[in-house]
């Protein structure tokens, strides 16, 4: 079983990917996340878990996921963490996660991916994004393999410092930086309605042919990212800024 949790797209594609190789289930998080639910997963065999890297650790929102879900005893656990960069603690929580709930850790692994933080770094360009996928499926297959063939995957050893900040500075980030109260939408929002089915925890709701949103933002930047017209900005921060429309949008070949 493949479980992800995505929000423009990467850890979806990484997830398929290696879904295709394994010929394994693949199960959207955000089906339960949306709810405040967990899953009951009864299906035995290796777990593999697909997440992007938020402030050097998964996002809680899958993490508290995980901890609500029930899994079969003696089963692996597999972890793929998607980023543009480093992925920090990733390995420390991931780690932590699997042991909590009775799963055997089967190692973390990264795969880098197109930036689509927009609201506080730079989107790459087309070509670039393009160049930096195909980089990534020789990876995501060498992951797959491993997986395959029964072996736990190499983890990255994480520095004492890494393991010390993260901790101290990641609610703080959650609190004071991640927060959907800067979303706004521009003259060009012709009301679709798409944002409200792109948010995995079910933040954004039309009013008056308007998406306004919650407080329950992880900062996952589907809707602006995705937003077809380009109608969504992040207060002024996202001004003039390129959007990551997501790996689908390249139309990259599978192989």
Avoid at 21 to 28: G, H, M, Q, R
Avoid at 83 to 101: H, I, T
Avoid at 182 to 196: A, I, S, Y
Wanted: aromatic letters at 10%.
């Amino acid at each position: 079983m493949i479980i992800y949790f995505t929000g423009t797209g990467n850890s979806r594609f990484v997830a398929g990917r290696i879904a295709a190789a394994t010929s394994d289930k693949l199960f959207d998080s955000a089906l339960c996340i949306r709810k405040g639910e967990g899953a009951d997963f009864t299906e035995p065999g290796d777990y593999v878990f697909v997440a992007p890297v938020y402030a050097a650790a998964p996002p809680l929102v899958f993490l508290d996921f995980i901890r609500r879900s029930r899994f079969p005893g003696d089963c692996h656990a597999y972890f793929v963490m998607v980023c543009a960069g480093s992925m920090g603690a990733s390995p420390v929580y991931c780690r932590r996660a699997a042991e909590e709930k009775g799963l055997l850790y089967a190692g973390t692994a990264k795969v880098d991916m197109p930036q689509n933080y927009t609201a506080y770094f730079d989107v790459g360009t087309s070509s670039g994004n393009r160049r930096i996928i195909r980089a990534a499926r020789p990876v995501i297959d060498g992951i797959a393999s491993c997986i395959r063939g029964g072996r736990e995957l190499p983890d990255l050893c994480v520095k004492m410092w890494m393991r010390v900040l993260t901790p101290l500075v990641l609610r703080p980030y959650y609190r004071f930086f991640v927060s959907a109260k800067q979303f706004r939408t521009n003259d060009r929002c012709v009301g679709c309605g798409k944002c409200t089915s792109l948010c995995p925890l079910n933040n954004i709701v039309m009013k008056e042919r308007r998406p306004v949103w919650g407080s329950s933002c992880t900062h996952c930047m589907a809707c602006i990212n995705l937003c077809p017209a380009d109608a969504i900005e992040y207060g002024r921060r996202t001004e003039g800024k390129r959007r990551y429309h997501g790996p689908d949008s390249l139309c990259m070949r599978k192989s």
